[in-house]
């Protein structure tokens, strides 16, 4: 054996870290940012304020508003879907939105995605360890604002089981299945938005932008919806059924809509994801 043998022998061989030792470590990054603490903290505080305010005025009764938050008052379990309801159309796609620009444009602006990219990990398996981060962010995010609007609507709202929309009355564990039925449609809403925002993050170098770019997406989207004119367009708007959350309150559950915006989601996550993917696999470094 020659020495150039011996030495090509004796060389480190370069592998990839053990997949949950990085999903750990995409987590913990995730976690520990404090303008990610921060939000989660006033996604909890959303319930509660909401909840507060209707215990001290009664709701907004005839002074007009949503209907769902009328149905809240004496009815502390319909709390979590009334807040899940208006932290949709804001807070949480802001929210998932913020990670995701973090996960590409944030490394990017840093400087740490050129190290990510030349290391012996695949990049389509980068993709997928930052849509995880940005995933469980999402998924967390919605059960904050369930878990604040279940502890709220009992401690504070009251009221014994929940009373649906279509006048019938449960228990209290088929009224937290509901809940639970809500969190899980809505978290995969949040995914599909998460994954677009990933696509935009991989475009730019700048966080802010990705931010901008989605929520003015989602804003255009939510105007679009609202033109009789344009009802032909609304089946692909990924806004147009976000309010179908409300059917978890219904008896029986109305299970089309829900559906449709399930599949709706779970299209809008596949075209992100695969777009994410293409752009970083074709990404110069």
């Known amino acids: 054996m020659t020495a150039i043998d011996a030495a090509a022998t004796m060389a480190p061989v370069r592998t990839s870290a053990p997949l949950g030792r990085v999903l750990l470590a995409e987590l913990r990054w995730v976690l520990r940012r404090p303008r990610n603490l921060l939000a989660l903290l006033m996604l909890a505080g ?35 879907v ?8 804001l807070l949480l796609p802001l929210v998932v939105a913020m990670v995701a620009a973090d996960a590409l444009a944030g490394e990017s602006a ?9 290391a012996p990990v695949g990049r ?9 981060g940005v995933l469980v962010l999402a998924v967390l995010a919605v059960t904050v604002v369930a878990v604040s609007g279940v502890l709220t609507g009992l401690i504070i709202v009251g009221g014994d089981g929940l009373v649906t929309l279509s006048g019938t009355t449960l228990s ?13 449609w809505s978290a995969v809403q949040m995914a599909a938005v ?23 997406g989602l804003i255009v989207f939510g105007v679009l919806g609202t033109i009789p004119a ?4 609304h089946p692909v708007l990924i806004t147009t059924d976000w309010s179908a959350v409300l059917d978890v309150l219904r008896d029986p559950i109305s299970g089309d809509t829900l559906t449709t915006g399930l599949l709706r989601a779970g299209c809008y996550l596949l075209i992100g994801l695969s777009a994410t ?9």
């Open 194 to 216: 998460g994954a677009v925002a990933l696509a935009i993050s991989s475009l730019t170098e700048h966080p802010l932008v990705v931010m901008a770019a989605t929520m003015g």
């Open 124 to 132: 389509v398996r980068l993709v997928g360890v930052k849509a995880f």
């Open 82 to 89: 009334a807040a899940l309801v208006l932290a949709q159309t």
């Open 230 to 233: 344009l009802d032909w367009l």
């Open 277 to 285: 993917i293409a752009r970083v696999v074709t990404k110069d470094v």
């Open 46 to 80: 959303l319930p509660v304020l909401l909840g507060t305010a209707i215990a001290v005025t009664g709701g907004p009764g005839d002074r007009g508003g949503p209907p769902v938050l009328t149905a809240v008052a004496g009815n502390g379990l319909v709390l979590p």
């Open 110 to 118: 840093h400087g740490t995605l050129r190290g990510l990219l030349l």
């Open 172 to 184: 209290i564990g088929p009224a937290l299945g509901r809940v639970a039925l809500a969190v899980g």
